[in-house]
């Protein structure tokens, strides 16, 4: 059985405060292992560590810092391989869609590698009489990641990278689900380059993040994870002073037209909707067919495709929809397709009774359809996160947008159409965060921020692109003035600059 301690002070460290979670295998049901939980006094000894290495290393010049960027992005490529595969031991998603995700992950730190340009300030020359000023950009101090379970890579990558190449220190608590892979992350910062202790992992849970949330040297929080969560961390965070962006839930809609590519929206659905088990923030998880004859015409090609994925262990080549990530999340998404069946809507689809032969312990669920789902029922309204697709049918474009509009949750959207008019209106009218024209996921690269509206996100800050930069930085406007003769004598009143 394996342990999973933190990363503190530039090492691997095993847990004392005695308080552990298990880590599970989902693809065979067994647990593998357990990994430590942080007291207050581990999380305070990772904040030290990174406050104490962190103003040597925002004193490195910019070159350098950009230089250990190039490293850190050549050593995750030599390890991609060996972080997907512990993705995929404790996620359960499959080997190809973690190595898709550590992919994703990478483009971050490439985008970090252009330090220079990003950290370029502004500079105006003769604003007065013999008056300059630059408005130039400096790290927070310690900032903080906060990560879910189902991006255990990609998600760290959205933060650290960016975080310490803008020159702070970071402290990263990764889901108590998979601590595996972020723990391998720590290893590679350090062989990039990072001076030790500028950065450090702690595991654990609830009472782990309030240590970080209420620690006085901690400046900034990013988090990623279920809406609940993120509004905590929000309130939390901010109520002590510090900057916060917490990324929530999600419940993203694609609406298919009638004049849509039929064959292209019916694959877009099955990779979004049941890639990954349906455990993605930017998963599809409702299709708004408009009109009843797309919507037959989508259901009568869906159903047989969804009866006919092919699930199984992650690892195993050819399968496209691993297992969940728990037993107690495999029974919540069960329970979901439950309370449709009672609240009336239409089960085309019915993957519940799904046994993968060998694999009895694991936590299988078979792809699930629901057909006339209403927006009054608790499986529309609330976010799944499971393989279960939720068909509600629109009349009209204007009742698809109202639908999306009215929803609680603004994270993605997509649009199926040959229509440019219908898909201009349509990304220009939706209250929602990103947006997709025929592409289902439409998670936006490295270099533009990613980030939903609404109950999907809680602050300012989309997270990378140059909206990581100004999380992670703050600005400061530097006036100055040299003694070339001019003198103003003493101003008395607001300066006027001539
Ligand atoms: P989660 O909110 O349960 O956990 C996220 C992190 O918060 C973990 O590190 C966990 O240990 C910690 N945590 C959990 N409960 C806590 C509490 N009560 N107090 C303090 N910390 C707590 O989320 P999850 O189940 O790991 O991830 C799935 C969720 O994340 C889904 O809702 C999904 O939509 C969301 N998500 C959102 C995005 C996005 O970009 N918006 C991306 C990925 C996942």
Not at 281 to 305: Q, T, W
Not at 352 to 379: A, H, P, S, W
Not at 490 to 498: G, T
Request: aromatic fraction near 8%.
């Amino acid at each position: 059985m394996k342990e999973v301690g933190h990363f503190i002070g530039g090492k691997a460290v095993a847990g004392t405060s005695g308080r552990f979670g298990p880590i599970f295998d989902p693809a065979t049901g067994e647990e593998t292992g357990r990994v430590a939980f942080a007291s207050a006094a581990e999380v305070d000894a990772a904040v030290r560590a990174a406050k104490s290495a962190q103003p040597a290393w925002a004193e490195q010049t910019v070159l350098r810092r950009m230089r250990v960027m190039f490293k850190l992005k050549e050593v995750i490529e030599r390890n991609a391989d060996r972080l997907a595969r512990a993705i995929t031991a404790e996620h359960g998603k499959t080997l190809e869609d973690a190595r898709g995700e550590v992919q994703r992950g990478l483009e971050v730190v490439e985008f970090a590698c252009g330090l220079p340009q990003l950290m370029k300030g502004e500079f105006s020359q003769q604003v007065g009489t013999g008056i300059d000023i630059l408005s130039v950009r400096q790290p927070l101090g310690v900032c903080v990641g906060i990560t879910p379970f189902n991006f255990p890579v990609m998600i760290p990558l959205w933060m650290a990278p960016l975080a310490v190449a803008c020159g702070n220190g970071f402290v990263l608590k990764p889901s108590e689900k998979d601590p595996t892979a972020p723990a391998i992350l720590m290893e590679l910062f350090l062989e990039a380059g990072v001076p030790e202790g500028l950065v450090n992992l702690v595991n654990g849970d609830k009472e782990t993040v309030n240590a970080l949330l209420a620690h006085p040297d901690v400046a900034a929080i990013s988090f990623v994870g279920a809406t609940a969560t993120a509004e905590y961390i929000y309130r939390t965070g901010t109520a002590h002073g510090k900057r916060v962006q917490a990324l929530g839930g999600a419940k993203n809609h694609m609406v298919v037209m009638p004049d849509a590519d039929l064959d292209m929206a019916v694959d877009a659905l099955m990779g979004a909707a049941y890639g990954s088990a349906g455990e993605r923030c930017m998963a599809v998880s409702v299709a708004v067919p408009v009109g009843d004859k797309v919507a037959d015409a989508l259901i009568e090609r869906l159903a047989p495709r969804v009866r006919q994925l092919k699930i199984g262990p992650g690892t195993e080549p050819g399968v496209e929809m691993g297992p969940l990530v728990t037993r107690e999340h495999l029974e919540k998404v069960r329970s979901y397709v439950d309370l449709g069946v009672m609240e009336g809507a239409e089960l085309v689809v019915d993957g519940r009774d799904f046994k993968m032969q060998g694999y009895e312990k694991g936590f299988y669920l078979g792809g699930c359809l629901f057909d006339r789902v209403t927006t009054d029922m608790r499986i529309y309204k609330d976010e799944i996160f499971g393989p279960v697709l939720s068909t509600v049918r629109a009349k009209s474009f204007d009742e698809a947008v109202a639908m999306i509009n009215a929803h609680e949750y603004g994270n993605g959207v997509a649009i199926f159409t040959r229509d440019g008019d219908a898909a201009r209106a349509f990304a220009n009218a939706v209250n929602i965060g990103m947006v997709g024209i025929n592409v289902p996921i439409p998670v936006p690269v490295a270099f533009h921020g990613f980030g939903g509206w609404k109950r999907s996100l809680f602050g300012d800050h989309h997270t990378h692109g140059m909206e990581g930069v100004r999380f992670y930085t703050k600005l400061k406007a530097i006036t100055a003035r040299w003694p070339t003769g001019i003198r103003a004598g003493a101003e008395f009143s607001m300066p006027q600059l001539r």
